[in-house]
């Protein structure tokens, strides 16, 4: 019997349907074999799962919004009781809001971020790098993978001195001479500021407050009370001046709102001096003078715009005469009634000045060693300090901003603070693992933390990294892990307090899904808040 089937075409049977199948089983098998191949080796996804980084990457959080000044904030929802007292920022610990229960807020998860794990196999690990690793004391279980800043690298002797770091090489760590202060990259210090006030964020409802509320700058001729703007409507000479007693500089984490008790938390927040003020001037007519003062470590640091100059210079309180240090740089100031924004860095023993954004000239830097830089701190001999109580504090900055020469408005007046890096005491954690041969000292509970104290500095090896939590009030850190898991012991290091090289997982560089929000109790979170989207600093 003959075909029926036309000439010129052909029965597409089962053959061609087996051979259909096969490529796209093999397609599917080349994709999956090449996506594990770039998991493996190029980049990865990790969810971030505490807020030991926070605010630079965020765990799992609730998203507040204050009653009074409308700023939105992330707070720690792990530690969140059935019922807490509610803090604005901009306002300081001391004026709670309100009552809240967490658990009738939905938590939003935590940052999704990509690590270049193949980084490191072409270039050197960097001091400020974000980094995942895997976690010395619990390398292979639920908290398997931590992420943490990079502050030491390896044959380096790491102090931390009141909140920063310094570093010597490993063959030098008994000569307090040879630290030098390790200044952070303009891009990351730029990420890291945390905010303390911000005139764009003032109460609307201030009598409804469970105290007086004022704010934190204040002087004669200044209108500072009613409006976001500040407003000095005569030329003469004017100063602003910052009431420590209504908003503190202190190390204070709004995140850990919850998570950690805020009386057990005021009682350790810690005087900070390393600071950004900012605002945006208006004149309202040529030959405006600014000049503002810090008072901090038994110095003062100025910085002054005047005559298209800016000046930084530093000297001893109670000194006269000439000034130990000084730095100046041409600026190019507009005409009045024309907006300029200034900023005043002391930071990492570095003064800065900024207008729009670019720096003036060069930063007056002050190289102290460790025990003056404690000593002018603390305002005490070292060997008194070295003898010290860890909850000891830093004698209190004092800022003063003085105007002349032409009536100003200023806007979006706002104070920043540095991360600082807390000298706290070991713990009974610290010890829970076999206690490496020679190291049962170091681990005693009580003890200043790993890198705090000339009797405890971290000395690196050869491939070791000392990492760090930008949240220190609340990051398990090289500061306080104590001895590695045994495993670690016998497969790799028994270093107690450090990364090995061989922990290293990548550097983070990007958070692609931030903090996705559930759209149901209990549920996952999907949908990210596309504002955050950012490269890690």
């Avoid at 964020?201 to 200044?222: D, L, Q």
């Avoid at 504090?393 to 003085?402: A, F, G, N, T």
Wanted: include cysteine; charge should be negative.
């Amino acid at each position: 019997m003959e075909s029926s089937v036309p000439p010129g075409q052909h029965v597409h049977g089962d053959t061609e349907h087996e051979t259909s199948t096969i490529a796209t089983l093999q397609s599917l098998i080349v994709a999956f074999v090449l996506a594990m191949t770039f998991r493996s080796f190029i980049t990865e996804g990790f969810v971030i799962p505490t807020g030991s980084m926070a605010p630079t990457l965020m765990g799992e959080h609730l998203l507040l919004k204050s009653s009074q000044t409308g700023y939105t904030y992330q707070v720690d929802a792990k530690g969140a009781k059935l019922a807490a007292m509610v803090v604005d920022p901009m306002l300081g610990p001391d004026y709670p809001l309100s009552t809240i229960s967490p658990r009738t807020l939905r938590p939003r998860m935590g940052d999704r971020i990509l690590v270049l794990k193949c980084l490191y196999s072409f270039a050197r690990p960097s001091r400020y790098d974000v980094v995942v690793f895997k976690n010395p004391t619990n390398p292979d279980g639920d908290s398997e993978n931590y992420i943490k800043r990079l502050i030491g690298l390896p044959n380096e002797a790491v102090w931390l001195v009141d909140g920063d770091i310094f570093v010597a090489p490993a063959e030098a760590c008994d000569d307090e001479t040879a630290f030098e202060i390790q200044r952070k990259p303009d891009s990351v210090q730029r990420a890291v500021w945390q905010p303390v006030y911000d005139t764009d964020f003032i109460p609307v409802h201030p009598e409804r407050m469970s105290k007086a509320y004022a704010p934190p700058w204040s002087g004669p001729r200044w209108d500072t009370l009613d409006e976001r703007v500040y407003r000095c409507d005569t030329a003469d000479p004017s100063t602003l001046i910052w009431d420590e007693q209504r908003l503190r500089l202190s190390d204070w984490t709004p995140y850990n709102m919850f998570s950690m008790a805020r009386s057990m938390q005021a009682r350790r927040d810690t005087n900070i001096s390393d600071l950004r003020i900012a605002a945006t001037i208006v004149a309202d007519q040529d030959g405006l003078e600014t000049v503002f003062q810090l008072d901090a470590r038994g110095y003062r640091f100025e910085f002054s715009i005047r005559d298209g100059m800016a000046v930084m210079r530093m000297r001893s309180q109670g000194e006269r005469g000439p000034w130990s240090a000084e730095q100046s740089a041409e600026v190019s100031m507009p005409e009045a009634g024309r907006a300029y924004r200034v900023e005043f860095w002391h930071v990492d023993q570095s003064m800065s000045i900024f207008v729009n954004g670019r720096r003036a000239g060069e930063p007056l830097n002050y190289d102290w060693a460790p025990r003056t830089r404690l000593e002018q701190a603390f305002d005490m001999p070292f060997d008194a300090w070295s003898q010290r109580s860890p909850r000891l504090q830093p004698v209190e900055p004092r800022l003063r901003w003085s105007f002349s020469g032409s009536p100003l408005s200023l806007h979006r007046v706002r104070v920043d603070r540095d991360l600082y890096y807390r000298a706290d005491t070991l713990t009974a954690q610290a010890t829970k693992n076999a206690t490496p041969p020679g190291y049962e000292a170091l681990v005693r509970s009580g003890t200043p933390a790993f890198g705090t104290h000339p009797d405890k500095l971290a000395v690196l090896g050869p491939d070791h990294f000392f990492m760090l939590g930008d949240n220190s009030p609340a990051s398990s850190d090289s500061r306080l892990w104590g001895n590695p898991h045994p495993y670690v012991v016998e497969m790799i290091d028994d270093s107690p307090f450090l990364v090995h090289r061989k922990l290293l997982l990548g550097r983070a560089w990007v958070v692609y899904f931030p903090a996705p929000y559930p759209i149901s109790d209990n549920g996952r979170g999907v949908i990210p808040n596309f504002g955050r989207l950012r490269f890690i600093r």
